[in-house]
């Protein structure tokens, strides 16, 4: 996601049909999410990358259709469809985002493993999986990664965000929607990719990042290229904390590239 109502006139214009040019000077990365509803048309994907640079990163989520209803079989249209839309991303797409239900279990792998050996090499694949057995089997966690021949485990930590009952409107209805996964923090390509939730309080959201802070100044001094994304339940600071998890891991490795200037947001006028 890009835009959200409460960044406007802070992170984003209040009225632009560039606020993906906005964001992209906040942070130079996106989960992909609205492509998980309904496949957007091309022309709409070509001004996205017109509105990022070359090396800006989109990790797009696949549709529903193919992941969900249809559980990876029997997906050549949909797929089709969806792979004509993001063409327009070039190198911006940086991984296809395969998130998997819950109801996806062990004895599924083999729709993912015979999935991925027909995707088409020029992209990289992240998969998401939120069936319990992958965290606490190892049977299962070692079939999941022979399964994924190359792809990339997506951990989404939401350790931080369950260490406690949920004190706002934003944090229960978190509290009914996320699920509850066990911690997973080992990579297993040159180009992880983690999902982090927070807190409504900053400081909470921050104590629970540490780790990742840590981790993630590990894989680029290993050479690898990690992709963080920084959730809290409203989402209202999350590019703010976008850039201090990235000034963090810098405070560690100096030499890393600084995010972009954010562009600036003319002030709220009355006419």
């Not at 997973?184 to 983690?194: C, D, Q």
Request: proline letters at 10%.
């Amino acid at each position: 996601m890009w835009t959200l109502k409460s960044w406007y006139g802070r992170f984003l214009p209040d009225r632009s049909p560039e606020r993906l040019r906005h964001y992209a000077g906040w942070c130079d990365a996106v989960e992909g999410n609205t492509t998980f509803y309904a496949t957007p048309a091309r022309e709409t994907v070509a001004t996205w990358a017109a509105q990022t640079a070359p090396d800006f990163r989109f990790v797009v989520k696949l549709p529903r259709e193919i992941t969900h209803e249809r559980r990876l079989v029997g997906t050549d249209e949909p797929l089709r469809r969806f792979l004509h839309a993001i063409e327009p991303l070039g190198s911006r797409a940086h991984a296809l985002w395969i998130q998997l239900p819950g109801s996806f279990t062990p004895a599924d792998l083999g729709a993912l493993a015979d999935f991925l050996r027909t995707m088409p090499a020029t992209y990289r694949y992240a998969v998401e999986v939120r069936h319990p057995a992958f965290f606490t089997d190892r049977r299962a966690a070692a079939a999941l990664e022979t399964a994924l021949g190359g792809a990339e485990w997506v951990p989404f930590d939401t350790t931080a965000f369950f260490a406690r009952p949920p004190t706002s409107a934003a944090e229960r209805e978190a509290w009914t929607k996320k699920p509850r996964m066990p911690l997973r923090t080992r990579a297993l390509t040159e180009f992880p990719i983690v999902r982090y939730l927070g807190r409504d309080a900053t400081t909470e959201t921050v104590d629970g990042w540490q780790r990742w802070v840590e981790i993630t100044a590990g894989w680029l001094r290993e050479g690898r290229s990690p992709t963080i994304f920084v959730h809290t339940p409203d989402n209202a600071d999350a590019p703010a904390l976008a850039r201090r998890f990235h000034d963090e891991v810098r405070a560690k490795l100096p030499g890393l590239r600084p995010l972009p200037e954010p562009v600036p947001v003319e002030p709220l006028t009355l006419f």
